[in-house]
């Protein structure tokens, strides 16, 4: 076995694969009735498989530092401490808005079509990544199903395209 160097450029995220790996731990998690992790492994699901889907069908393309970016999406990313605008998918619910604008300008067929029956309402508007902090009250047996179905349809949307081959890179 051999040390990886500092220097040695990471392997792409294979946002497919983590999306389903996610939710098969949410279901787990749901099961025992765990609702902070089921509900935010829910949504990195979820954010995974969108990910995957404008990567994988809409455009969007790993930078140097293999985020996920797209040249038609541009909003003003206020979590930093100085906001700036960028082009660069971040997180839920936000996402969610990247992956509307980017199937609508793609309806006329092919993949577009395919994923904008999914994004009429967008499931995780009040889901967020920093709720794997909150104490769990908040969060409802409702949530999750909504969020575990929403996971599901993405990655079951991701693995249909791949079947019909309307893929935009290897």
Not at 24 to 36: G, H, K, N, V, Y
Not at 55 to 72: K, V, Y
Request: hydrophobic share 40%; aromatic share 8%; glycine share 6%.
């Amino acid at each position: 076995m051999t040390a990886s160097t500092p220097s040695a450029t990471p392997p792409p995220p294979a946002f497919a694969t983590a999306s389903r790996n996610h939710y098969d731990a949410a279901l787990l998690a749901a099961e025992q009735d765990l609702r902070i992790s089921a509900d935010h492994l829910a949504g990195l699901a979820a954010e995974c498989a969108v990910k995957a889907i404008l990567i994988d069908f809409l455009g969007s393309r790993l930078d140097a530092r293999n985020m996920p970016e797209h040249p038609e999406v541009k909003y003003l990313d206020r979590s930093r401490k100085k906001p700036q605008w960028t082009n660069k998918h971040g997180h839920l619910p936000e996402l969610w808005e990247h992956l509307t604008a980017v199937a609508h300008r793609r309806r006329g067929g092919g993949a577009g079509a395919l994923f904008t029956q999914l994004i009429w309402k967008n499931p995780f508007a009040n889901w967020d990544v920093a709720d794997r902090y909150c104490d769990g009250t908040a969060i409802t047996k409702a949530d999750i199903d909504q969020h575990l179905k929403a996971a599901y349809a993405l990655i079951a949307a991701h693995e249909q395209a791949s079947i019909l081959g309307t893929r935009t890179r290897a």
